[in-house]
């Protein structure tokens, strides 16, 4: 009987220490991660992009950067239509308050692998708080945290959150 309860003791332990190597193993394969979007329970990381199908232009009424990785079903999407926010560098936005009066910053996701109709794999942040640390011709680093849903979708909405840390390479 001892033996036997030492036996369940130490396999126990032994998941116990795999259990632990493995999320150690997940933090870090995400803190790697130049960018990250957590929405619908899932976590998108993404380790580089994918320059000839992305899209950075800072163009005289908005600012448009579309960023893909090759291999991830998640693309991002950001138009900025405060201008100011090249002098500034940075800036604090609440949705939807902050469109109210016209359009002032959109941010959206495609999810090629969602289930649906193709407009409503194109997931909006309707609801929620996007701080921009930093915006240039050479760097997007921001955090948001809020909620969205499909395109098509009127009802439910689910929480979305991430980061951006990016050197933008224009074309």
Request: proline share 3%; aromatic share 6%; hydrophobic share 35%.
């Amino acid at each position: 009987m001892k033996t036997l309860i030492a036996l369940l003791i130490t396999i126990t332990l032994i998941s116990c220490k795999e259990a632990k190597t493995k999320d150690s193993l997940a933090s870090n394969s995400s803190s790697t991660s130049i960018m990250t979007v957590e929405m619908e329970g899932v976590v998108h990381n993404f380790k580089s992009i994918d320059w000839s199908r992305s899209t950075v232009d800072f163009g005289t009424d908005v600012i448009h950067i579309e960023l893909l990785e090759e291999g991830n079903p998640v693309s991002f999407n950001l138009h900025v239509h405060d201008m100011g926010i090249l002098e500034k560098s940075s800036g604090d936005y609440t949705l939807p308050d902050d469109n109210k009066t016209g359009p002032t910053i959109y941010l959206d996701f495609f999810d090629k692998e969602r289930e649906g109709k193709p407009a409503n794999r194109r997931i909006g942040f309707t609801n929620g708080k996007i701080k921009i640390n930093q915006l240039s011709k050479d760097k997007l680093e921001m955090i948001f945290d809020g909620e969205g849903n499909g395109m098509l979708e009127t009802g439910d909405l689910f929480p979305i959150k991430g980061s951006v840390n990016v050197n933008l390479k224009t074309q």
